[in-house]
């Protein structure tokens, strides 16, 4: 076994030695899932013929007895497991959600009775303080020092509160210029701990937020154009996507090309060629853009200028949009070089 699992066995084990009772053992056993999967107070209560009022009544006595004994140094086996959680948080930012910690300290990835067991030992621990999962909050664990679990989760909605008043995702560089901590890192570490917060190539933002959160395959299509911020072709989006680290990433080429037809969002500006409408691309063809151009102008636009404003949206050959503005039903030529419309 791993020298670091040894210790934590240990301090587990010890622990639940001051536990005098054989009932109370079980009660803490099944409430923390150290031997299997977590179980509630009626689960328990059913199990030992007791109301679920009086196991939430003797589970808080057990941990007020655990936190004492730990506190008076009467668990030897704990200062060891502490040690080494503490040191894997200081690494981490201080603070960190139970998954990533268990996994950290483990060096791989870790089985539930594994995280539970670091969460039991951290719960009457001196040295450390627990932030319970639920709707808002992912199980965590942090350093006492650093603050109580009212203050980690205070930090915790700062940091969605500022997210919010941006109204678009922001860089770990960006809320350091907007909050007080001593590194990003300690951000990081805190922002992962929120149900309400989802990361991805380096930007921090509302989990609804498809740039950061996406969800469906245009979501990813609009990440990734997003983020090279060029028009690409359709094969190289669902290259990227094979590529990149969302959650679902097995799509075919044909799948990316029948999404972007369909969402407004994207625009077909050449061959196969897409670009986000958000950056002033329209659709319509070329002779619908040089149109749309010259309604905008006061005055008659030489060739040159027109070809220079429908390649800023549009990925055409020159000849292409000359051969457009021969069409007499459409477009007037009022001198040698420029133009109007009919």
Same mark, same amino acid.
Do not use: C
């Given at each position: 076994?791993?020298?670091? $699992?040894? *210790?934590?066995?240990?301090?587990?084990?010890? &622990?639940? /030695? =001051?536990? @005098?009772?054989?009932? %109370?053992?079980?009660? !803490?056993?099944?409430?923390?899932?150290?031997?299997?999967?977590?179980?509630?107070?009626?689960?328990?209560?059913?199990?030992?013929?007791?109301?679920?009022?009086?196991?939430?009544?003797?589970?808080?006595?057990?941990?007020?007895?655990?936190?004492?004994?730990?506190?008076?140094?009467?668990?030897?086996?704990?200062?060891?497991?502490?040690?080494?959680?503490?040191?894997?948080?200081?690494?981490?930012?201080?603070?960190?959600?139970?998954?990533?910690?268990?996994?950290?300290?483990?060096?791989?990835?870790?089985?539930?009775?594994?995280?539970?067991?670091?969460?039991?030992?951290?719960?009457?621990?001196?040295?450390?303080?627990?932030?319970?999962?639920?709707?808002?909050?992912? $199980?965590? *664990?942090?350093?006492?020092?650093?603050?109580? &679990?009212? /203050? =980690?989760? @205070?930090?915790?909605? %700062?940091?969605?509160? !500022?997210?919010?008043?941006?109204?678009?995702?922001?860089?770990?560089?960006?809320?350091?210029?907007?909050?007080?901590?001593?590194?990003?890192?300690?951000?990081?570490?805190?922002?992962?701990?929120?149900?309400?917060?989802?990361?991805?190539?380096?930007?921090?933002?509302?989990?609804?937020?498809?740039?950061?959160?996406?969800?469906?395959?245009?979501?990813?299509?609009?990440?990734?154009?997003?983020?090279?911020?060029?028009?690409?072709?359709?094969?190289?989006?669902?290259?990227?996507?094979?590529?990149?680290?969302?959650?679902?990433?097995?799509?075919?080429?044909?799948?990316?090309?029948?999404?972007?037809?369909?969402?407004?969002?994207?625009?077909?500006?050449?061959?196969?060629?897409?670009?986000?409408?958000?950056?002033?691309?329209?659709?319509?063809? =070329?002779?619908?853009?040089?149109?749309?151009?010259?309604?905008?102008?006061?005055?008659?636009?030489?060739?040159?200028?027109?070809?220079?404003?429908?390649?800023?949206?549009?990925?055409?050959?020159?000849?292409?949009?000359?051969?457009?503005?021969?069409?007499?039903?459409?477009?007037?030529?009022?001198?040698?070089?420029?133009?109007?419309?009919?």
């Amino acid at each position: 076994m791993d020298q670091n $699992a040894e *210790i934590l066995k240990n301090a587990i084990e010890g &622990s639940l /030695k =001051i536990i @005098e009772q054989d009932r %109370e053992k079980e009660i !803490v056993s099944r409430r923390f899932g150290l031997t299997g999967t977590k179980e509630t107070l009626e689960q328990i209560g059913e199990m030992l013929s007791i109301t679920r009022e009086r196991v939430r009544q003797l589970e808080k006595a057990i941990l007020i007895r655990l936190q004492i004994s730990a506190e008076e140094n009467q668990i030897p086996e704990l200062a060891p497991a502490e040690k080494i959680l503490i040191r894997n948080l200081t690494e981490m930012g201080r603070v960190a959600r139970l998954s990533d910690l268990a996994d950290k300290v483990y060096g791989r990835k870790t089985e539930p009775t594994e995280k539970t067991g670091i969460y039991f030992i951290a719960t009457f621990s001196k040295g450390l303080t627990v932030i319970e999962e639920n709707d808002r909050y992912h $199980a965590a *664990i942090g350093i006492s020092e650093y603050g109580d &679990s009212r /203050k =980690i989760r @205070e930090r915790v909605d %700062e940091i969605v509160r !500022v997210i919010k008043e941006n109204k678009k995702p922001m860089t770990l560089d960006e809320l350091d210029n907007k909050l007080n901590y001593e590194h990003p890192d300690h951000i990081r570490a805190v922002a992962s701990i929120s149900k309400s917060l989802a990361t991805l190539n380096g930007l921090w933002g509302l989990a609804k937020w498809p740039a950061v959160n996406p969800k469906n395959i245009r979501d990813k299509i609009f990440v990734i154009l997003e983020t090279r911020k060029e028009p690409m072709h359709f094969s190289e989006i669902a290259k990227e996507i094979q590529e990149s680290n969302f959650k679902r990433k097995n799509v075919t080429v044909q799948a990316i090309h029948n999404e972007l037809i369909k969402d407004s969002r994207f625009v077909l500006i050449g061959r196969g060629i897409y670009a986000l409408a958000s950056w002033g691309y329209k659709k319509g063809t =070329i002779s619908d853009i040089i149109r749309s151009i010259l309604e905008k102008s006061d005055k008659p636009l030489s060739r040159e200028e027109i070809v220079k404003q429908v390649l800023r949206v549009r990925k055409v050959k020159e000849t292409t949009i000359l051969l457009n503005l021969q069409n007499k039903k459409s477009f007037k030529k009022v001198d040698k070089n420029s133009y109007t419309l009919a």
